[in-house]
């Protein structure tokens, strides 16, 4: 838990109190490499602190299978149109490596509001930085060339290429396997 604590103090800090509430409703889980950690149909009621691996977010469309998004360690992931909304998700979160993650409640934690209001205030950073990635994604795929989002996500993410299959990066950035690797010829 010391390592979701340090990030915790990174975004918002916390009172001893709650993170003491914090602690009681989250717990360590690990899942090996590929396997899914949400389905599919599943309806969100978790969040999830990536503690050590990474993970990818993805669904298919017309059978073709999609990367919306990877996290790696110190990140927090969670389905939030599923979580706030009841719903199932049509995505899926994968662990990418071998990964452990602190799994919190969300119902458990949205409890602990009233008692704990840096706990919402914590959150709702948490998810305000989620909804702005999610918008500069967009504005990406909107505006830039595929060299340029790929310019982008390796600046973001160095090791991307040693950690995640070419097949999701090449999905990550809307484009072919074949133009993934044109684009990694170009010097």
Partial sequence: MQKLFSQIETIHPISPAAAKALSLIGKEVSFSKGRNIQEIGHTCKTLYFVKKGVVRIYYFKEAIDITESFE???????????????????KAIQAIEDT?????????????FDTHPDLERLFRKIIETSYVHTVNRIESLQFNTAEERYKALLK????????IPLKYVASYLGITQVSLSRIRGIK
Avoid: C, H, W
């Fill in 100 to 112: 452990t993650l602190i799994a919190i409640d969300a119902d458990k934690m949205f409890g602990q």
């Fill in 72 to 90: 790696f360690e110190n990140a927090f992931v969670a389905r939030a149109e599923s979580l706030f909304t009841g719903k199932p998700s049509r």
């Fill in 156 to 163: 973001a993410a160095p090791d991307v290429l040693k950690r």
